[in-house]
């Protein structure tokens, strides 16, 4: 490997590097780079659970790419999405892709009426 690159920023705490962004040198930009890498992991993972017959996913991920990730779930069957917003960050949100209207983070909207 020739040269040793900058880490990438701390915000972003990735295992491995992305050497093409531009804190390692690299000519693309950090965020968008990243934000591509993340939509393309889950429309992939998406693709699979289709293939598999899942009927639903779930993913932790930015909340800025929750629209693209939307786009991807309907493309792959999973037309219903449910985020709800991480405890520890206003940044990151657990989203479900779904088959179905049955929102997974509704509390006790999935058992019946108590009629007493």
């Known amino acids: 490997m020739m040269g040793m690159a900058s880490p990438a920023p701390a915000a972003w705490n990735v295992e491995v590097p ?3 962004c531009a804190t390692n ?3 693309f930009d950090d965020a968008s780079f990243i934000a591509g890498y ?3 992991r889950v429309t992939n ?3 699979h659970g289709a293939e ?3 009927d639903s996913m779930s993913f932790t991920v930015l909340r ?3 629209a693209q990730i939307e786009v991807a779930g309907m493309q792959h069957g999973f037309p219903y999405t449910f985020a709800e917003p991480c405890a520890d960050s206003s940044e ?3 989203v479900v892709l779904s088959a179905d209207d049955v929102n997974p983070f ?3 909207e999935n058992e019946p009426d108590d009629p007493a």
């Open 18 to 20: 992305f050497a093409v």
């Open 25 to 27: 040198g690299g000519p």
């Open 38 to 40: 993340q939509v393309g």
């Open 45 to 47: 993972a998406l693709a």
């Open 52 to 54: 598999l017959g899942a």
């Open 64 to 66: 800025c790419l929750l």
């Open 92 to 94: 990151w949100v657990h």
């Open 106 to 108: 509704a509390e006790n």
